[in-house]
């Protein structure tokens, strides 16, 4: 079997999602290669996974865009820059050399050698939270879905969201207009979701857009090669509903995965970083940026994010080029050069004498 070339680039970023994807830019300003890894088959995280057709409203100035679309943006936004892919493949081991560079090999054997890491994985390898439920697993993907994907996929069907939080709320009020009947389940009668969302679904239920079935449980599937009907326990009492998909969201649980045993300082499963200074974990040269890291004050945004592979990327030039200072200019004054040739910058003024 022929050996793999080793990969090289200057910060090798484990995760593909929007941070890691807007690190690509910011290195790139500063004129840094990235290469990319991420265990899912294209680019986007969680984004392109689990919600791309959801919109998002806490992008600056965006004041709607969906998931899938903001990603395409940031792939087209780095473009230039040229950074290289390793997709459908998992960070196994990292081993750090004498010269304080690193190399990463994948579970398939891909080998990378960088000389700094970004950890930019969100919330790591996940799984959904699955409720306890007999033959559960039988009807997964025969109408039994944890990720809304593609919301036509219930264009004019009955469906049924099990949940007490923001997910179950937003697609609940999503589905309403896409679904032929939309049925809410919750084992509380209270919600732990935005206040706005919550209002929404009692509107959608005052309008008979949404059926509210609280407080209850789904305990049981039947159906004889997809889901037809859902047993559902409710005060005591027992009913049943005809459905064609049942969606129970209820979160994932997010592992680390291999990078939990590379000697990075832990914190509830997530990476302890500095965020005094640069995002950078108890090994110098690797960083933790996004969703995956924690530090006093987190909030998990992804403007959050952005601005976390910005000083991450500073920091990484500083090390690099050490004594050679570092002017930051506005993109607006500058512009931007690729590493493809293409050069962005805004017109230049006209001096002009007008008679």
Not at 44 to 72: C, N, W
Not at 163 to 189: C, M, P, Q, Y
């Amino acid at each position: 079997m022929k050996k793999k070339k080793m990969i090289s680039t200057d910060i090798l970023i484990i995760g593909a999602g929007p941070t890691g994807l807007f690190a690509v830019f910011e290195a790139g300003l500063l004129k840094l290669k990235c290469h990319i890894i991420d265990a899912l088959p294209q680019p986007g995280g969680q984004l392109a996974e689990l919600y791309p057709k959801k919109p998002i409203f806490d992008i600056p100035g965006f004041p709607s865009v969906l998931a899938g679309d903001l990603v395409t943006n940031l792939m087209e936004q780095i473009k230039q820059f040229q950074p290289g892919f390793t997709l459908n493949e998992k960070a196994e081991t990292i081993e750090r050399q004498e010269d304080g560079t690193f190399i990463v090999t994948t579970n398939k054997g891909t080998q990378h050698h960088a000389k700094a890491v970004a950890i930019a994985g969100g919330l790591g390898s996940f799984e959904p939270r699955k409720p306890i439920i007999e033959d559960l697993e039988f009807y997964e993907d025969k109408g039994v879905e944890y990720f809304v994907k593609d919301p036509e996929l219930f264009r004019d069907k009955r469906i049924v969201i099990a949940g007490g939080g923001d997910s179950a709320l937003d697609w609940s009020i999503f589905l309403a207009d896409v679904a032929k009947e939309v049925t809410l389940v919750h084992r509380r009668n209270e919600f732990r979701g935005a206040l706005d969302s919550v209002e929404k679904v009692q509107e959608l239920k005052k309008q008979g857009k949404i059926n509210l079935i609280t407080p209850a449980e789904v305990t049981g599937i039947r159906g004889a090669e997809h889901v037809e009907e859902l047993d559902i326990e409710q005060d005591g009492g027992h009913r049943t509903i005809k459905t064609d998909y049942f969606i129970p969201l209820f979160g994932l649980s997010p592992k680390l995965g291999a990078i939990a045993n590379w000697g990075l300082e832990i914190e509830k499963n997530a990476i302890k970083v500095n965020n005094a200074l640069d995002y950078q974990t108890n090994i110098e040269g690797i960083y933790a940026i996004g969703d995956v890291n924690t530090y006093p004050g987190k909030l998990k945004l992804i403007l959050c994010g952005f601005h976390e592979a910005t000083l991450m990327c500073q920091s990484v030039y500083n090390k690099l080029n050490p004594g050679k200072k570092y002017v930051l200019k506005y993109t607006t004054v500058s512009g931007v050069d690729g590493f493809d040739g293409t050069r962005k910058e805004a017109e230049k003024q006209v001096v002009k004498a007008i008679e």
